[in-house]
């Protein structure tokens, strides 16, 4: 774990770039917003919750920030809300997928009727909204000749979350979508990066909160994530400087947010890789892994 340190030297560096975000109205998103905006982004969100959305946008009174009504769900709202960013401003630099949710009735609770098929919202929003931004956003990110693209997972993207094993498993897969992509990616100066969240103060999980607090457990505030969504942001942006404690390039990396304070994770899962699968393994895996990467492999079936 590498304990990452803002250089807010390196927040200069998104004046004037082009920001396309989802569930930008409320909490983590809206913060994100804000700070994009406020260092001179140009910022276009998409979101479902318009009270809120339309609220954020009065409040910026800003031509730099647009709101686009986009479920995630679907994908033509998602090549609608992309448009709009080009239309207004030409290009994309930053794609951003943090919009979702979580159902908090357990479908697995020992009373729960089995007859009836259980909701499955959380794989759409969470993870099929998530691959949708993705492969819009590296079009996108590929015609401007490179970019960021910073994904949303959680804690629950790597540790066990007990009473949301469907959110677990979506988070899970999210990064699953940074580990499938980001080495094709950074072949196009794209860097796919992933931020795990733990307890942060959003609607989300206010049924917590209380207990959370008699605990004196660590918590973020939704600002605290918003920044480390602009560390990974910035990161490869400095002219061979870069935030503090990050390696570069800054591409492939997790970070866990905690108590306010950005982590990398990922190097450390990626370097201990021999104690957790054997020395061996890790040997002839990576051979494997270098016979996937070669030029030419596919996993396509021939066409006859
Ligand atoms: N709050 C936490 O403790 C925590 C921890 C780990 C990860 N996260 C993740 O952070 C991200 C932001 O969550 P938050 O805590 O700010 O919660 P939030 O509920 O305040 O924000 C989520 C936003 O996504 C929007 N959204 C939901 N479904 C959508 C859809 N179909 N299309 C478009 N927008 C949609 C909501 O309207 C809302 O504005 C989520 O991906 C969440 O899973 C949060």
Not at 6 to 16: M, P, S
Not at 254 to 268: K, N, R, S
Request: with cysteine; hydrophobic share 40%; proline share 4%.
């Amino acid at each position: 774990m590498v304990h990452v340190q803002f250089n807010t030297a390196l927040l200069e560096t998104v004046r004037d770039k082009v920001v396309v975000l989802t569930g930008g109205a409320t909490g983590i998103g809206r913060e994100t917003v804000k700070i994009f905006h406020k260092n001179g982004a140009k910022v276009v969100f998409g979101d479902v919750a318009d009270g809120p959305a339309t609220q954020l946008t009065a409040e910026l009174a800003s031509e730099n920030v647009t709101y686009v009504r986009c479920d995630i769900t679907s994908y033509a709202d998602q090549l609608q809300l992309f448009a709009k960013a080009k239309d207004l401003y030409g290009g994309i630099d930053v794609v951003v997928a943090n919009a979702g949710m979580s159902i908090t009735n357990d479908p697995f609770s020992p009373d729960a009727d089995i007859t009836k098929e259980p909701p499955t919202k959380e794989i759409d929003v969470n993870l099929k909204g998530a691959f949708f931004t993705a492969r819009i956003g590296m079009s996108y990110l590929r015609q401007n000749g490179g970019g960021d693209l910073v994904l949303t997972s959680s804690i629950a993207g790597f540790k066990e979350c007990t009473g949301l094993t469907l959110y677990t498993a979506t988070k899970h897969g999210v990064i699953g979508i940074m580990r499938g992509l980001h080495l094709a990616a950074i072949k196009e100066d794209i860097r796919v990066n992933v931020i795990c969240p733990w307890m942060t103060r959003t609607a989300m999980v206010k049924e917590i909160e209380t207990g959370w607090d008699e605990l004196k457990l660590p918590a973020n505030d939704p600002e605290d994530v918003g920044m480390a969504v602009v560390m990974c942001a910035t990161a490869n942006r400095g002219n061979g400087t870069t935030h503090k404690g990050a390696a570069a390039p800054f591409a492939g990396k997790i970070i866990f947010v905690a108590g306010g304070q950005p982590y990398e994770i990922e190097d450390a899962i990626q370097s201990l890789e021999p104690q957790w699968l054997g020395v061996e393994n890790s040997k002839v895996l990576e051979v494997g892994q270098a016979y996937l990467m070669r030029p030419g492999t596919s996993w396509a079936a021939p066409k006859n």
